[in-house]
């Protein structure tokens, strides 16, 4: 998956990642990396914090997946500041 990844064959990368998951459902560098890329495209939040966290638990003090946690949180606050932007604009 991290190849395709490198490749920036990201859809290919995140198939590659669901088959390793779908695999072993504990393995925290798949979930890690499916997590941190639904928060970077913005989509699946519930899913990506929950694989983080699950990823977490497995690595408690693995940097790059804390690193995804908070781009998550990050993403998630984002979306509800432009959400709340967006609904007061058409208020106007």
């Known amino acids: 998956g991290i190849i395709y990844d490198k490749q920036g064959k990201t859809d290919a990368a995140i198939e ?8 072993d459902a504990d393995q925290p560098d798949a979930l890690n990396y499916l997590g941190y890329t639904y928060a ?3 989509i699946f939040l519930d899913e990506a ?16 997946i804390l690193d995804s946690l908070g781009w998550v949180q990050a993403r998630r606050i984002r ?12 208020d106007a």
């Open 16 to 23: 590659e990642m669901k088959a390793v998951i779908a695999i």
């Open 40 to 42: 970077d495209r913005g």
């Open 49 to 64: 914090e929950a694989m983080v966290r699950k990823a977490l638990s497995k690595k408690p003090d693995n940097g790059y």
């Open 79 to 90: 979306l509800r500041t432009n959400g709340q932007a967006a609904n007061r604009g058409a």
